[in-house]
């Protein structure tokens, strides 16, 4: 069993930046990781994974070059930088463990959430 903690959300000024953190705990030996997002009215999306190794990342492409994502694993922590942050990214922010890919089905794992807001 996995247990993922999501932190650092918060409420945001257009073009402004956040830092997600994902604290793991429990067998948590190998696992890749991702970010999900929701916002409301519309369906959970993938942001970001990335391998256990940190040597293969992905991005969606409405935050590449933006968004960066990156692990700790003598922490147990995975982060999400954001920076130049748009409205459109306003939702509520998923740790997930199981897959670095887009494919939700490939998650076994998954945080409470957190909220990012951005303000215009």
């Known amino acids: 069993q996995v247990q993922l903690v999501e932190s650092g959300g918060g409420l945001v000024q257009a073009g402004g930046s956040l830092r997600l953190s994902c604290a793991a705990s429990g067998r948590t030996s190998s696992y890749a990781m991702g970010w999900f997002r929701q916002a409301p009215g519309k369906e959970r999306e993938f942001v970001a994974g990335?391998?256990?190794?940190?040597?293969?990342?992905y991005y969606t492409e409405s935050v590449t070059g933006r968004f960066t994502i990156y692990r700790d694993n003598a922490k147990n922590t995975v982060y999400l930088q954001m920076n130049t942050l748009k409205p459109e990214d306003t939702a509520v922010y998923y740790c997930?463990?199981?897959?670095?890919?887009?494919?939700?089905?490939?998650?076994?794992?998954w945080g409470q959430g957190t909220q990012v807001t951005v303000s215009s």
């Open positions: 990335i391998s256990w190794s940190g040597t293969r990342k």
């Open positions: 997930t463990a199981g897959s670095y890919e887009p494919d939700r089905t490939l998650y076994r794992y």
